[in-house]
């Protein structure tokens, strides 16, 4: 299992930036594929994007293609969630998870064994 700690959240305007950090701890880090989810309320769990073990792969959910940016430092156990251009629509709690095995890119909830706690974002308009 992989401990999972999320920070970055907060209230910013439409149009502004966040970057989540997502430190990680208990497992080798650099082994497993890292992805973000998101949570708005009275709305099931979106994927919002994966990047595989090495950084060298990345996927995105349609909404947030070309305005969010993952990405991961091997050294530092943190994967990042850059947000730029954000819309209200992009109020949620987001989530981080780890993937359950080292292989490839996943993209579904059940593929990822471990999950933070959560971080608030809310985009004002």
């Known amino acids: 299992q992989v401990q999972l700690v999320e920070s970055g959240g907060g209230l910013v305007q439409a149009g502004g930036s966040l970057r989540l950090s997502c430190s990680a701890s208990?497992?080798?880090?650099?082994?497993?594929?890292m992805g973000w989810f998101r949570q708005a309320p009275g709305k099931e769990r979106e994927f919002v994007a994966a990047i595989n073990w090495n950084g060298a792969r990345t996927y995105y959910g349609d909404s947030v293609k070309g305005r969010l940016t993952i990405s991961r430092d091997n050294v530092k156990n943190t994967v990042y969630l850059q947000m730029n251009s954000l819309k209200p629509e992009d109020t949620a709690v987001y989530y981080c998870a780890a993937s359950r095995t080292q292989l490839g890119l996943p993209r579904f909830e059940a593929d990822f064994g471990s999950w933070g706690q959560g971080t608030q974002v809310i985009v004002s308009s």
């Open positions: 208990g497992r080798t880090f650099s082994s497993y594929a």
